[in-house]
């Protein structure tokens, strides 16, 4: 069939499509039937509690109707876990969905967007897409966040800076002093957002959630977060944003879709934050696995970003890329980092202890 032409909005130009990782399907054929170890999408190895599966085939009873479009049940039980107003709280089919709704309420041609390189690539890829400039915060020489640069930035009416704390892919992490700094700092015009998707494997020691500020706080903040990670439905699609600015959270509503979340995922993250502990003893299982993973590769002489995500960041001293290739063979995933300067870096989940072990082990062969 031909093709008519068509001429996109020049923003798309210079848009790659995202890598969304490799499926079991891509690779099982690649590995000849070997077990899959899926380590390259930050996924959580553990399903989420029987309960939740039971709210969820009750929700599929009822998919002739529409969800509700406010999810107002969702929004009081986050309200009740994190004491933010159930009307600060706004959803999204997934997270992403979020960034692509701030995108587009906030961010004007010409404007600039400041975030954390290397990059989570959405938060670059949605800036693009609305013709913002962005402006990449990299890593200091001996690895760390530049919290110099990014107190600079935000202390300037940048429309947007956008960071993940923790950082993905780094796994690097803002001290509660930082982040206090950076909101001293924060120019009433600059609009910070912190996107928190890896929050519950953080939260414990040295780790400020950008919640406890919110209700103090004169500038706009806007807080993310997923139950694509620790809860277990990366499957379902479902995030939520907090904000203190009734302003952002009213543009975010216009642009949305109105029934952007559906029904069965609400009724499942309504479940799992019934089971707060389900949540913890898979978190907890996480932590040890990151921990037993991260000695072995640095026992390797490997250098190893110190991590507060499920994943760690792993620096292999030769083109990822090829390593990851290599490492497909043997039925393990792993996300092989592609921006420049961090091409010799790798991004590995942490799975069920079988699945590091399978990863430990193969990289060893392929190194
Ligand atoms: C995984 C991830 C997300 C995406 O979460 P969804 O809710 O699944 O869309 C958002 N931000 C960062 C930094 C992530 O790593």
Redesign the pocket.
Known sequence: MTSPVFALRPELAALLPYNSGLTLADVSSRCGGKAIAKLG??ESPYRPPEEALRAMEDAIRNTQLYPDPSARDLAEAISRQTGVPAKKVIF????????NVLARAALRPGDEMVTLYPS?P??EDYAQMMGATVTRVDLTPDRRIDIEALLASVARPVRLVLL?NP??PAGLWLSPEDIDRLLAAQHPECLLCL?E??VEYALGTDFLPGTDRLSGHDKPLLV?R????AYGL?GL???YGLSNCDELLRGMHLVRTPFNVNAVAQAAALAVLRYPGRMQEAVDKTLAERSRVAAVLAGRGLEVLPSK?NFLFVNVVRPAIDVADALIEKGVIVKPWKQAGYEAFLRVSIGLPRENDQFLEALAEVL
């Open positions: 999408s930050n999204g089919d997934g997270s992403e969905d979020l960034l989570f959405l938060h993940a950082m993905s996107d998707a890896y993310l997923t139950f694509s990670k990366a699609r479902i995030g995500g």
